[in-house]
């Protein structure tokens, strides 16, 4: 008997919502031309910060793509000379790709980075046609350098970016 009743009280409602429903008008983007807002907490396209003078934030030190669930970073480092330099530290990423197929916009490798240098922005969403459009590659994540410096590599005078790392707290020698 309370199936029967069940049956009896919802089918009508669900009937109704199906009817009220019938005289709204489908809502469809024409998309690229049209776009609907994104919410605030979205995560776009990635991309690769540099510093003030140029130099690129990333180190290559990979910590982004062992972060990545999805194994979607590939980051190949080099060693900096003052001839050439890219970062301010020890290496850079000679390689620095994205497999955006594979990328699930966690955030993780924004969260992993120890420099900030790579950031998921909201200004778009990755688009393209066939998968190797879908590899973003350094000089397309690679943000342009502020007018008026040079972008990299740069040639650095000798000691500029030596910086010796002191343990802490210091260790006592004198024994």
């Known amino acids: 008997m309370g199936l029967i009743k069940d049956v009896l009280t919802k089918l009508p409602t669900g009937f109704a919502t199906v009817l009220k429903t019938l005289k709204d008008k489908p809502v469809t983007v024409q998309y690229p031309e049209e776009t609907r807002p994104m919410s605030a907490r979205f995560r776009g396209r990635h991309h690769l910060k540099r510093y003030d003078d140029g130099l690129e934030r990333c180190i290559g030190c990979s910590l982004c793509a062992a972060a990545c669930p999805a194994d979607a970073i590939y980051v190949e480092a080099a060693e900096n000379t003052n001839e050439e330099r890219y970062s301010p530290g020890e290496r850079?990423?000679?390689?620095?790709?994205?497999?955006?197929?594979?990328?699930?916009?966690?955030?993780?490798?924004?969260?992993?980075?120890?420099?900030?240098?790579?950031?998921?922005?909201?200004?778009?969403?990755?688009?393209?046609?066939?998968?190797?459009?879908?590899?973003?590659?350094?000089?397309?994540?690679?943000?342009?350098?502020?007018?008026?410096?040079?972008?990299?590599?740069?040639?650095?005078?000798?000691?500029?970016?030596?910086r010796p790392i002191l343990p802490y707290p210091p260790i006592d020698t004198a024994e």
Not at 128 to 140: A, F, H, L, P
């Open 92 to 162: 850079y990423s000679k390689t620095y790709e994205i497999n955006m197929l594979r990328c699930i916009f966690c955030g993780y490798c924004e969260d992993a980075c120890p420099t900030n240098a790579i950031v998921l922005e909201s200004l778009e969403f990755p688009t393209g046609y066939t998968r190797e459009s879908m590899i973003y590659k350094k000089d397309m994540l690679l943000e342009s350098p502020p007018i008026s410096v040079a972008a990299t590599p740069q040639r650095t005078p000798p000691g500029k970016y030596d």
